[in-house]
């Protein structure tokens, strides 16, 4: 029989929550509302060059500058990509995106009875986000996460606080510490090999569990997670299997 798991870390996006989705949903409402604004805007070139200002630099990676500021600045980037010139425009695409978003912003179904039939078993459940401390804590609100999980770390929190994130090894001893549990008896499940598999095995974990949702062969060179599911509810049946 395997040693007995004490503990279940969770990633959040495109785990519990499939962000992709939500962020198009939230694109497709911001694309409507740029053409009730602006008559002559293209919309589909408008989120695309938003997109790639996003990617490149999110947030003021030296947090002087308010995510709501800083993302309102990359809308009316994006507008000047067309010759709009229009801060009221890009501050309205910037509270569009930002409501529209946390609006599609759900959890999978059946992951929050999976959640608490887990609790209820005796293991304790905790959530390890990467990301900026306001964006996620504003995720994290609106699942109400707090009443179903027994702890919560947020990557952006753990590196102002002198840590750092996922995959780190620290973040996931921090919730082993939460959890009251050893490494070797906690199982950590994510979308991302790098991060989410690799901050597993950085730390020790019994195993990692990896998200693959389309089935994608690994990239080379990529960490190997202990086990391969297609979708968060499927877990229960992984830890059956770990604790044989």
Known sequence: MGKPIKAVFFDMDDTLVLTGEADARAYSDVM???????EQVDAKKLIKAWRERFLKAP????HKVDVDEWRTGLWL???????????EMAKKLQEKFRTAR??????EKGVKDMIQELRQQGLKAVVIT????EIQRGKLERLQAA????GILVGGE?????GDEKPAASIFLKACQLAQCLPSEAVHIGDSLAADVQ?????????TIWVNKFGHPPPAGAPVPSHIVSHVTQLPGVLKAICR
């Open 102 to 107: 946390l609006e599609h912003f759900v959890l």
């Open 59 to 62: 947030w003021d990676v030296n």
């Open 32 to 38: 409507k509302l740029a053409t009730q604004l602006h």
């Open 77 to 87: 980037s994006a507008l000047n990509s067309q010759g709009i010139e229009d801060a």
């Open 199 to 207: 901050g597993g095995i950085n730390a020790g974990l019994a195993a």
């Open 158 to 162: 753990e590196i102002a606080a002198g």
């Open 147 to 150: 009443s179903f999980f027994d």
């Open 130 to 133: 990467n990301g900026h401390p």
